[in-house]
């Protein structure tokens, strides 16, 4: 079992920046890769980002250039910094991790371990 802990989430004006954490109840370091989703009102919960134990990144389009993911080993969290954030970036960020991949890393079934959830708004 791997718990997942988020924070980081709130209200934030159009063009602003949020960093978005997640703490793991496992080193980072035993986890293939870890990612971010997030969910929009009313909409199916969609890819972010993912970061592998080697450090490769994968980056939806929607947030490229914008959203970095990044992992720090020590403290066995990892983080999803959002810059210039537009309301449609609005919705619950779910952190998550895959233990072992399987083809597929921008899908929902990839990943074993799920978060809360933290709510992140982007205000027009």
């Known amino acids: 079992q791997v718990q997942l802990v988020e924070s980081g989430g709130g209200l934030v004006q159009d063009g602003g920046s949020l960093r978005l954490s997640c703490a793991t109840s496992?080193?980072?370091?035993?986890?293939?890769?870890m990612g971010w989703f997030r969910q929009a009102p009313g909409k199916e919960r969609e890819f972010v980002a993912r970061?592998?134990?080697?450090?490769?990144?994968y980056y939806a389009e929607a947030v490229k250039g914008r959203f970095t993911i990044s992992r720090d080993d020590s403290k066995d969290t990892i983080y999803l910094q959002m810059n210039s954030l537009k309301p449609e970036d609005t919705g619950v960020y779910y952190c998550?991790?895959?233990?072992?991949?399987?083809?597929?890393?921008?899908?929902?079934?990839?990943?074993?371990?799920w978060g809360q959830g933290t709510p992140v708004t982007v205000s027009s």
């Open positions: 998550a991790a895959d233990r072992v991949y399987s083809g597929a890393y921008d899908t929902i079934g990839e990943y074993d371990y």
């Open positions: 496992r080193r980072t370091l035993s986890i293939t890769a």
């Open positions: 970061i592998r134990r080697d450090g490769y990144e």
